[in-house]
């Protein structure tokens, strides 16, 4: 008589035991089990995430800023379980006869999505960079809540949700010394990149604003301003303008503008404070 083979048996105890530790892993992350009661703080951060987007998520900071006017202020850094370096901020009010749960998940999507996006439409011509965007302003409701939690959100979506209102997007830009290609042609790639954005969303209806960091930093300070850009939020821009004073160019575009004029930097202007960044 043939035996069984043993196979089948030993890959269903092995997937019982990954299975097992997963769960584990969640259920410690969570502080569900082990050690002391956790911060209850964050556990309520953890709870209301929860329940509003169907996932886990970890409460990795908390903190009480002030209490003014009979509110207490909880302030929370959390992320999804699934991706502990998707980071954003979390707020709960707690009023005499309302507590309010504020979070910016959608927002740190939509960021890393657009970062996705905006860093492979500058490209290799760049040379070495690091990029964060940020969708600046926008407004909540049921119709993205129900998009993140089924998987289809898109950060464009923000913008079609804020189509009678102005949405402006922040893109920051820490290169390595210098880009690959001459001052006029990022410049002229910038202002292609703006036009692109204004083409995909004029359809939206959405009256959009871009705003673009650039800095420009020596050798020595690309690293350490790099690990600030790609820290838990929020940006510190205090750090990063302190340690390359004079060395940074801000243009805010108007995109009710097509054309050239709605940089509020000319081409011009770019050359020459470039110019004088090279001379530091």
Known sequence: ???????????????????????????????????????????????????????????????????????MIILGICAPVRDM????????????????????YPTAIANRQLTKEFTERLGDDWGEFTANCEVLKY??????????????FDWQDLAALNNKSRVLCGFTVLVNGSTNISDEDEWNALQEIAAEYRSELVKLGADLGLMFDLYFAPDGLYEECAAKINAPPPLDFEFIEEKLDGRDIHILVNMKFPDESAFTQSVGAYVKAKEEINEQ
């Open 85 to 104: 370096s998707l980071t954003f901020e979390t707020e709960i009010d707690i009023k005499p006869n309302e507590t309010q749960n504020i979070d910016h």
């Open 139 to 152: 407004y909540h409701d049921s119709e993205i809540v129900e998009k993140v939690r089924s998987g289809t």
């Open 1 to 71: 008589m043939k035996k069984k083979s043993k196979t089948p048996i030993i890959a269903i105890a092995l997937c019982a035991v990954v299975l097992a530790f997963a769960a584990l892993s969640v259920l410690i992350l969570t502080g569900k089990i082990g050690g002391e009661r956790r911060d209850p703080d964050k556990e309520r951060f953890e709870t209301f995430l929860r329940e509003k987007y169907g996932e886990e998520f970890v409460c990795l900071e908390t903190s009480k800023p002030s209490k003014a006017d009979h509110v």
